[in-house]
């Protein structure tokens, strides 16, 4: 699975952002994907995800209230809207897709399940907040 993340860019605190993710090749039936990111010196921390059969969502503790993902139906793009950005939001953000939906509600939700390699990463994307 090959993804390929677009957006991102830098903005001030309280503003907003948004980040696409496309999905291409694979054979998977189901193809759940979701938001990562990583800030300097930090473990990659489990953002957001949506369920590819049911819609379902998963938000990390930390987005709640803010961030919206979605997905267009029929398409295995989905994006992330970024409101009310914190310059503790600065880093730079990956998309993931799995044919399993557990994995992603395990790292994003309680954070376990860190050793599970997922079916596909983008090459990741700079987010930069400045108070």
């Known amino acids: 699975v090959q993804l390929v993340e677009s957006g991102g860019g830098s903005v001030q605190a309280g503003g907003s952002l948004r980040l696409s993710c496309a999905a291409s090749g694979g054979t998977l039936i189901y193809l759940h994907m979701g938001w990562f990111r990583q800030a300097p010196g930090r473990e990659r921390e489990g953002i957001a995800a949506?369920?590819?059969?049911?819609?379902?969502?998963v938000y990390g503790e930390s987005v709640k209230g803010r961030f919206t993902i979605s997905k267009n139906i029929g398409q295995r793009r989905v994006h992330l809207q970024m409101d009310h950005l914190q310059p503790e939001d600065t880093g730079v953000y990956y998309c993931a897709a799995d044919g399993a939906w557990g994995p992603l509600v395990d790292r994003i939700a309680d954070n376990v399940n860190t050793k599970y390699q997922f079916d596909g990463w983008g090459q990741g994307i700079q987010v930069t907040v400045s108070s």
């Open positions: 949506i369920n590819d059969e049911d819609g379902r969502i």
